[in-house]
């Protein structure tokens, strides 16, 4: 069964304070992993996927590493419109149905 | 980029009563759409795969006679809650996968029921 851990729960940053949010995981197969934004009473809105280990892409002050197991999303000089909670799922081999953690609640303060 | 619209976004209803979500892919073809619930301050939890032109594929532990899903056509799948109770009350998500370009995931706004 896959697997998706995050971590921390809650983080909470002073604006411009860079920090970076862990997703552990553990899946048969890696075909995907993903990071969302989720905006309350909003659907998730796509960030990146990664498919192997070693890949790495950026979006504004985003950052998505990829290894093994686990994947990590940099926030360089964060702004308090990226409070958000930032959600990572993951799907193997075994299906196209995503497998998500619990998220991180982001909140940046001015 | 593609847009998945979920409607209404809201709705309260009596206890009893059934509920109607619809999901739309407006910018492209959608084999398979994906319904999802969450509860506040949890993240989401797959309910079925709803595949179009055959039945949904449902999760363990999800009624299949009270969450009916119809995928009747390539950018159009329905969500109905029926004889809905104070415990269907969550956040309904759906989303649909590009499948002829890219075959990213892409989710609706969400639709939040609220069951009196």
């Known amino acids: 069964e896959d697997q998706v851990t995050q971590s921390p729960e809650a983080l909470r940053l002073q604006e411009g304070e860079s920090s970076s949010l862990n997703c552990s995981y553990t899946v048969s197969g890696l075909r995907g992993l993903f990071w969302y934004r989720q905006d309350p009473g909003k659907g998730p809105e796509f960030l990146f996927t990664?498919?192997?280990a070693g890949e790495e892409k950026e979006k504004e002050r985003l950052k998505a590493t990829l290894t093994k197991k686990e994947s990590f999303l940099h926030i360089t000089a964060p702004k308090p419109e990226d409070s958000a909670t930032y959600l990572c799922a993951v799907t193997g081999t075994s299906g196209s149905r995503l497998t998500f953690g619990e998220g991180t609640q982001l909140t940046v303060n001015p | 980029g593609a847009v998945v619209s979920q409607h209404p976004s809201w709705v309260i209803c009596k206890s009893g009563t059934s509920v109607k979500i619809e999901c739309r892919s407006l910018?492209?073809?959608?084999?398979?759409m994906f319904w999802y619930r969450q509860f506040p301050k949890q993240s989401l939890m797959l309910m079925a795969t709803?595949?179009?032109?055959?039945?949904?594929?449902?999760e363990q532990g999800v009624e299949k006679d009270k969450f009916l899903i119809n995928h009747a056509s390539l950018t159009l799948s329905t969500l109905t809650v029926t004889s809905a109770h104070p415990e269907d009350s969550s956040f309904y998500i759906c989303s649909a996968r590009d499948t002829w370009n890219t075959g990213e995931l892409f989710f609706g706004e969400g639709s939040r029921l609220t069951v009196l």
């Open positions: 990664l498919y192997s």
């Open positions: 709803s595949n179009e032109g055959s039945k949904a594929t449902y």
């Open positions: 910018d492209f073809q959608a084999t398979t």
